[in-house]
């Protein structure tokens, strides 16, 4: 496995793939996603132009977080119990994967006494029952609204885990149907939220992702290899 050589690589695919729908490169964010990698491996990515770190769980990122401090933003992008929010609103930049009110409330709460507003994502279901995680698309605007008012968290966009499909094109409508959820939230304009981000694309299916509108892409493998659970 070769960190840089595999950077390489993708970044000309995001390339090539932006080119496909005219966009610019420059409006796509690539969050590495370091779960189960060492420091070392983080430390690697960031030497190789990496500004965004993504890892799934709070406890396995406080180590990497404690050792390497702040040398790029420190993406939450798993699913968070409520009793690991505390150091979660100490530790990262953003959290991607906000889906009930009761998260949400715990997260302002935990933020404000850090100091902080803690930026959010709405993580959506957009693979119908495949997933554990997100909130239903038709449930969304009514759970941003409410999440609007907490004093802690800033609303900045959606994020999805797209159906787990071996073709990239049958994950497309995933995409397609975050988009539209997201343009329609923010003709909304309700106030405190911009619908700035959308978060949706991993190794696989990253490419349809960018043609679909994503402008943060979460790539573990393609850049990692593939990962030991051990
Ligand atoms: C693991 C993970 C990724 C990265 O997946 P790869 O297939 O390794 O690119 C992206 N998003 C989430 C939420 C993940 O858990």
Redesign the pocket.
């Known amino acids: 496995m070769n960190i840089a050589e595999n950077l390489k690589r993708i970044r000309s695919r995001i390339q090539n793939a932006c080119l496909k729908v005219n966009r610019s490169e420059e409006d796509v964010t690539l969050i590495a996603?370091t779960?189960t990698m060492d420091a070392n491996a983080v430390k690697l990515a960031v030497e190789n132009g990496i500004a965004h770190i993504?890892e799934?769980r709070v406890q396995e990122a406080e180590r990497k977080i404690n050792q390497l401090g702040n040398i790029a933003s420190w993406h939450l992008?798993?699913h968070l119990q409520t009793n690991k929010v505390k150091k979660a609103a100490q530790l990262f930049d953003i959290i991607?994967?906000v889906d009930s009110l009761h998260l949400a409330r715990e997260i302002s709460s935990r933020a404000i006494q850090f100091n902080k507003v803690m930026d959010c994502l709405i993580e959506v279901k957009t693979s119908g029952e495949e997933s554990k995680f997100g909130v239903a698309p038709e449930k969304a605007t009514e759970l941003i609204k409410q999440i609007s008012i907490l004093p802690g968290v800033r609303v900045k966009g959606l994020m999805t885990?797209g159906a787990f499909l071996p073709d990239p094109e049958d994950v497309r409508p995933c995409f397609k149907m975050l988009k539209t959820l997201n343009e329609e939230i923010a003709s909304k304009g309700i106030e405190g939220v911009e619908m700035k981000y959308l978060s949706m694309g991993?190794?696989?299916d990253?490419e349809v992702a960018i043609e679909e509108g994503a402008n943060m892409i979460?790539?573990?493998?393609?850049i990692f290899g593939e990962?030991n659970y051990g």
Not at 218 to 222: I, L, M, T
């Open positions: 996603v779960k993504g799934n992008i798993g991607h994967s885990i991993m190794t696989n990253f979460r790539v573990g493998r393609a990962r």
